[in-house]
């Protein structure tokens, strides 16, 4: 009841800061196709804060662009030494997390606003919620909680967590571009992009647009195939097998 | 060139790829071996996941002992009661390593046995091969005969009931250790991602006196026929086979195997089993590291539901 209660009033929020100011933005291209010479992509976010009628604009903004992907469910195992082995112990689960998180913005999200506003709008990597299965409470834990630091930094070492003050250039006072890193192993999807406007400290206005990761060519021909038709699939690859395992022997035949 | 691998998600070098079955199939064509127990840990040691690893490499070395069983096939060399013998234990064996492989992944502890599974048989097996060559090797070194009769031909194995004559290989042994290689060798398969050529071989030499003429063609015949099966079972039920990466291997691995056949038949069979189980060795030692050494994360990652 007093979660409903906290979606209806962050709702009324953004509908009252939407009013403000309002954002226009438009991405380089709104879909990636992962074909056979796909290794990445960066993709650019383009757009201006426009003041609504009667309204002026304020000198300066802050920008955070929220990116995230497909969700997933993953395991974090924490290994321990055990009669001198290292042995999987203690395991935790993430529910539901987003596969890639990008939080950019224009400078660091501690000078953008307070702590309860960015614990609020979900603002920066350490305010975004990852439920974790705990027992059979399903809940976010604490910023500091080792599991959570641990599932963070190893997703920041596969680049798909980031987190970047620099990726955000306000070209003038109200036009900014963002750069969006997309990694060659990202999951294929639809990708949100979550934009929110700051000023003094306050979310002034807030817009969405996505993208989406498919793949093309051969590439989707081949996962259309396996998922499809798994056992013709498995029949053609078994095929393959022994018709180049046959021609081999017979080029390389010496008898 | 980078290549997209699709069912693996992720580019890798094609080159690269193409190099390791290469090298493997060298290897095992030179030694009548499926080559899994290297090129498993290879691709997942360049960041291919291990359930695509096992499942595609399973393509790779049907392809590389298809080439192997026919070269044997024309020699005459393959003793096929004895082969589908151990094929039919060895479904069962694979059918129970497959049931305990997603036991074991659901309890997080997949990864430890199969790392002590590779540190315990690796080591044995190649400690066993090292000290069967050496003195092999000691023994042509000291001018004495090879031993024309191989020592034992009868052990209390030959003493067990249900007996059945095997032609080709000229044996009379009973089938209940037919079906116990069979077994384990389904089941060390399914649960380590290998086909078991280099377990396969020395079993059937030391428990079975399978003569050496029909050993590797008879093991190349069940890699063949379980590892193709593992393909299509694989694809049907995990849709795990990355048939892209699977293509670059076999074409590598059946090139790498004739020349590995080439070098093979130039050397002694002493000096070949003692590099065989140097290398088997080293495999186990460099698994026994890895379990011992703090790794450089605690922490590991694994997906429960892709998205």
């Known amino acids: 009841m007093i979660a409903r209660a906290a979606i209806v009033l962050a709702l009324a929020l953004t509908a009252s800061a939407a009013r403000a100011e309002r954002l226009v933005v438009s991405l380089s291209n709104a879909r990636i196709a992962v074909t056979s010479n796909y290794v990445g992509e960066d993709l650019v976010l383009f757009g201006t804060v426009q003041p609504d009628v009667g309204k002026e604009l304020k000198d300066a903004y802050d920008l955070v662009v929220t990116v995230t992907g497909p969700s997933e469910t993953l395991r974090a195992r924490r290994k321990e030494r055990v009669l001198g082995i290292f042995v999987n112990i203690d395991a935790r689960e993430f529910v539901r997390v987003p596969s890639y998180l990008a939080v950019l913005t224009d400078r660091p999200v501690a000078q953008i606003a307070g702590p309860q506003v960015l614990r609020r709008q979900q603002v920066g990597m350490d305010s975004f919620i990852l439920t974790q299965r705990v027992g059979a409470d399903f809940a976010d834990t604490v910023t500091d909680d080792p599991f959570r630091k641990a599932f963070i930094?190893?997703?920041?070492?596969?680049?798909?967590?980031?987190?970047?003050?620099?990726?955000?250039?306000?070209?003038?006072?109200?036009?900014?571009?963002?750069?969006?890193?997309?990694?060659?192993?990202?999951?294929?999807?639809?990708?949100?992009?979550?934009?929110?406007?700051?000023?003094?400290?306050?979310?002034v206005g807030r817009t969405a647009t996505s993208f989406a990761v498919t793949k093309a060519g051969v590439e989707q021909y081949v996962v259309e195939a396996s998922q499809n038709h798994g056992l013709l699939y498995g029949l053609a690859t078994m095929t393959a097998a022994l018709a180049i395992g046959w021609l081999a022997s017979v080029a390389f035949r010496r008898d | 060139m980078q290549i997209y691998l699709p069912i693996a998600d992720l580019p890798v070098n094609i080159f690269l790829v193409l190099g390791m079955g290469l090298a493997v199939g060298f290897i095992s064509g030179m030694f009548g071996i499926g080559g899994g127990f290297l090129?498993?840990?290879?691709?997942?040691?360049?960041?291919?996941?291990?359930?695509?690893?096992?499942?595609?490499?399973?393509?790779?070395?049907?392809?590389?002992?298809?080439?192997?069983?026919?070269?044997?096939?024309?020699?005459?060399?393959?003793?096929?009661?004895?082969?589908?013998?151990?094929?039919?234990?060895?479904?069962?064996?694979?059918?129970?390593?497959?049931?305990?492989?997603?036991?074991?992944?659901?309890?997080?502890?997949?990864?430890?046995?199969?790392?002590?599974?590779?540190?315990?048989?690796?080591?044995?097996?190649?400690?066993?091969?090292?000290?069967?060559?050496?003195?092999?090797?000691?023994?042509?070194?000291?001018?004495?005969?090879?031993?024309?009769?191989?020592?034992?031909?009868?052990?209390?194995?030959?003493?067990?009931?249900?007996?059945?004559?095997?032609?080709?290989?000229?044996?009379?042994?009973?089938?209940?250790?037919?079906?116990?290689?069979?077994?384990?060798?389904?089941?060390?398969?399914?649960?380590?991602?290998?086909?078991?050529?280099?377990?396969?071989?020395?079993?059937?030499?030391?428990?079975?006196?399978?003569?050496?003429?029909?050993?590797?063609?008879?093991?190349?015949?069940?890699?063949?026929?379980?590892?193709?099966?593992?393909?299509?079972?694989?694809?049907?039920?995990?849709?795990?086979?990355?048939?892209?990466?699977?293509?670059?291997?076999?074409?590598?691995?059946?090139?790498?195997?004739?020349?590995?056949?080439?070098?093979?038949?130039?050397?002694?069979?002493?000096?070949?089993?003692?590099m065989l189980g140097l290398l088997v060795f080293a495999v186990g030692v460099r698994f026994a590291y890895e379990l011992v050494v703090p790794p450089d994360d605690l922490y590991s990652l694994r997906l429960v539901s892709p998205p």
């Open chain 1, 153 to 203: 930094r190893l997703k920041e070492q596969q680049h798909l967590y980031s987190q970047s003050a620099t990726a955000v250039t306000f070209l003038t006072p109200t036009v900014f571009r963002a750069s969006i890193p997309v990694p060659a192993d990202a999951a294929t999807g639809r990708f949100d992009v979550d934009v929110k406007l700051f000023a003094q400290g306050a979310m």
């Open chain 2, 39 to 274: 090129m498993t840990p290879l691709l997942i040691f360049i960041g291919i996941p291990p359930a695509v690893a096992v499942a595609s490499v399973a393509s790779h070395i049907a392809a590389s002992s298809c080439t192997g069983a026919l070269t044997y096939w024309r020699r005459r060399a393959i003793d096929i009661a004895l082969a589908l013998m151990l094929l039919s234990a060895g479904i069962v064996g694979t059918a129970t390593g497959v049931w305990l492989f997603t036991m074991l992944r659901a309890l997080d502890q997949l990864d430890l046995v199969i790392g002590i599974s590779y540190v315990v048989l690796l080591t044995a097996v190649g400690g066993l091969m090292i000290n069967e060559a050496l003195r092999a090797e000691m023994r042509a070194h000291r001018g004495m005969p090879a031993t024309l009769r191989r020592p034992g031909s009868h052990n209390w194995l030959h003493g067990l009931p249900l007996k059945m004559r095997f032609k080709r290989s000229k044996i009379y042994v009973s089938a209940i250790p037919v079906w116990g290689i069979g077994f384990s060798i389904g089941f060390v398969g399914a649960i380590m991602g290998i086909g078991g050529g280099f377990l396969l071989v020395p079993m059937l030499i030391y428990f079975l006196r399978v003569p050496t003429a029909t050993v590797i063609g008879t093991s190349m015949v069940l890699t063949l026929i379980t590892m193709a099966s593992a393909t299509v079972m694989h694809a049907a039920t995990n849709h795990l086979v990355d048939a892209i990466l699977a293509l670059i291997l076999m074409v590598g691995g059946v090139i790498g195997a004739q020349f590995g056949a080439h070098t093979g038949h130039k050397m002694r069979p002493e000096r070949l089993r003692l």
